[in-house]
């Protein structure tokens, strides 16, 4: 059974930074794509990043590009996201994800069959 567990979310101040960690256990994950995705109170759940574990071929959010990072750490079996430059509207719960079998990152919630329990990150104006 795959267990997904997030840390780092927290209160910050517009322009300021957080990394999110996403630990993973329970497989191996070399045929996976780790996605992060957030969820605002009353929106759809939306794509922010993933990145395939073999390769490390990334994809993103047009809404994050150039301000969030995405990586992993094989060794540790943890996936990070360099949230920089937080604005209010990045204000969610941020949840990762894990597809266990695919060539491409997915962006739909749906591509996902395993997440976390999310970890909420408030950005203040």
């Known amino acids: 059974q795959v267990q997904l567990v997030e840390s780092g979310g927290g209160l910050v101040s517009a322009g300021a930074s957080l990394r999110l960690s996403c630990a993973a256990s329970?497989?191996?994950?070399?045929?996976?794509?780790m996605g992060w995705f957030r969820q605002a109170p009353g929106k759809e759940r939306e794509f922010v990043a993933g990145?395939?574990?073999?390769?490390?071929?990334?994809d993103y959010a047009d809404s994050v590009k150039g301000r969030f990072t995405i990586s992993k750490d094989n060794g540790k079996n943890t996936v990070y996201l360099q949230m920089n430059s937080l604005k209010p509207e990045d204000t969610a719960v941020y949840y990762c994800?894990?597809?266990?079998?695919?060539?491409?990152?997915?962006?739909?919630?749906?591509?996902?069959?395993?997440w976390g329990q999310g970890t909420q990150v408030t950005v203040s104006s």
């Open positions: 994800a894990v597809c266990e079998v695919t060539y491409i990152v997915p962006r739909t919630p749906s591509g996902y069959g395993y």
């Open positions: 329970g497989r191996t994950f070399s045929n996976s794509a």
């Open positions: 990145i395939l574990w073999s390769g490390g071929s990334t």
